[in-house]
C-alpha cells in the first residue's frame, strides 16, 4: 500500500531530509585519503546525536552500522570498518536519518583527492540520471517514467544500471511502497499522486548491470569489480511541483 502523506507529515519529513542534508554536507569535508571508513561511520552517529536525531540504518534488518560507506567496486549497504581511503578511490555513502517519527534517506559519491577520467564520468552521469528521474517525477506520471529517464541515460552514456536494487517509498519509515526501479520492467507501475514521498536512486556501474553480496551478507559489489556510483534524494510530489527534501 502506498501511503500518501498529509501536509503536516511532509512538514515532518522536510525536516528530518534538512537534518540529514546537514549530516552529508558536512562528510564531505572529511572524506579525504587515509580516513578510514568507520570514522566516518563514527562521525555520522555523533552528527546525529547533536542535531536529535537517529541514525536510520543502524540495526535496521541487523545492519550493524549507521551508514553505508561503498568504495570502488562496492555498490551499496559497503559496512563502515578498519579499511582506509586511498587517493583514487571514490566512496558512496548512503545515509538515512530519524527524526521525531520521520524518516529521511539520500547518498552520494564522493571522489578522494584526484580520480580517474572514468571515475568523473561516471560520477556525472549517475548524478545527471538523478536529475532526470527528478524532472520526471512529477504529478500524474508513473513509475516508469522515472525508471526510463535514468535507464536511458546510463546506457546512451554507454554504462551499466542495477537492476537487483531499487528506490522506494520513504517517510513514515525508511522502506515504503512503492518501489522505483532504474529500468522499466514489468511490476507496478503508479501514477504519482499528492503527497507521494520517494526516495529516488540511481546505482550505476562503469561495466555491467549484474553484482554480487560478499559473504558479510551486506555489501554488494559489482560482478565485474568495475566502479560503480550511487546517488539520492527524497522527494516530494505536490500537484503543482515536485520538492526535493534532501540536499548535499
Keep these: 500500500m502506498i501511503r500518501i502523506k498529509t501536509a503536516d ?16 554536507g558536512e562528510l564531505r569535508e572529511i572524506v579525504v585519503p587515509g580516513i ?35 568504495v570502488n567496486e562496492a555498490v551499496i549497504h559497503g559496512i563502515p570498518g578498519k579499511r582506509k581511503l586511498n587517493e583514487g578511490d571514490i566512496v558512496s555513502i548512503d545515509c538515512g536519518l530519524e527524526h521525531r517519527g520521520f524518516f529521511s534517506d539520500a547518498a552520494l559519491t564522493l571522489p578522494v583527492g ?48 542495477v537492476r537487483d536494487y531499487c528506490g522506494h517509498g520513504v517517510g513514515l ?20 499522486r499528492e503527497g507521494m514521498v520517494l526516495a529516488v536512486e540511481p546505482m550505476i556501474n562503469a561495466g555491467g548491470d549484474e553484482v554480487e553480496v560478499l559473504e558479510d551478507g551486506w555489501t554488494v559489489v559489482t560482478a565485474d569489480g568495475r566502479l560503480s556510483a550511487h546517488f539520492e534524494h527524497t522527494i516530494a510530489v505536490f500537484r503543482d511541483r515536485t520538492e526535493v527534501l534532501t540536499s548535499w
Excluded at 12 to 22: D, H, P, T, W
Design 9 to 24: 507529515e511532509i512538514d515532518g519529513i522536510r525536516e528530518s531530509c534538512r537534518l540529514l542534508s546537514r549530516v552529508l
Design 36 to 70: 578510514a571508513t568507520r570514522e566516518i561511520d563514527s562521525f555520522v552517529q555523533s552528527a546525529c546525536r547533536k542535531l536529535g536525531a537517529r541514525p536510520a540504518f543502524l540495526g535496521y534488518q541487523g545492519y550493524p552500522a549507521a551508514v553505508c560507506v561503498s
Design 114 to 161: 584526484r580520480v580517474s577520467p572514468e571515475a568523473e564520468k561516471l560520477m556525472r552521469v549517475t548524478r545527471e540520471c538523478l536529475e532526470r528521474a527528478v524532472e520526471k517525477a512529477v504529478f500524474g506520471a508513473r513509475i516508469h517514467d522515472i525508471s526510463a529517464a535514468v535507464y536511458r541515460h546510463a546506457r546512451d552514456s554507454g554504462f551499466g544500471v
Design 173 to 192: 519509515a525508511l522502506h515504503e511502497e512503492p518501489q522505483v526501479p532504474n529500468y522499466v520492467g514489468l511490476g507496478p507501475n503508479p501514477r504519482l
